[in-house]
């Protein structure tokens, strides 16, 4: 499992799996965040798997499937949500966490400075460098 934090209360992660969710408990984490299609993955790391797992350990889970190519900002708008309405910090995953950094750099567009959101994503491993242009774009008054 490699989690990478990108704020001290949201982290991305690539896939998990239902035997990764007590070490998730430890650490910390009140949420976690699904942003992989089924589709892409077997049914023992299926998000109802995983779901299963996280609601036995007390942590709440939000399934908000991304693809590069059907991101919309209605599903940032349930991320930001769902991380706002969690009791601590959240982990998202995906196939690598790339996605799950994309989707929190959106909906920090115009809450945090362009440079921030990209040198936050850049410590974490994930470089969005090339996002700025939509990101400045977002966080402009429309």
């Not at 990478?4 to 976690?32: C, K, L, M, N």
Request: charged share 15%; glycine share 8%.
């Amino acid at each position: 499992m490699d989690i990478r934090h990108i704020t001290p209360d949201y982290a991305v992660s690539p896939q998990i799996s239902a035997e990764d969710i007590p070490a998730i408990a430890e650490a910390g984490f009140t949420t976690i965040i699904c942003n992989r299609p089924d589709a892409e993955v077997p049914p023992s790391h299926q998000a109802a798997a995983i779901e299963a797992a996280a609601k036995a350990a007390g942590i709440s889970f939000t399934v908000n499937p991304v693809t590069h190519q059907t991101l919309n900002m209605d599903m940032v708008t349930a991320q930001m949500a769902a991380a706002e309405n969690s009791s601590g910090p959240v982990l998202a995953y995906c196939a690598s966490g790339t996605r799950s950094s994309i989707v929190w750099s959106l909906g920090q567009a115009g809450q945090m400075l362009t440079d921030a959101i990209i040198e936050a994503t850049a410590k974490a491993g994930y470089d969005l460098a090339g996002m700025r242009g939509q990101l400045d774009g977002l966080a402009k008054p429309q």
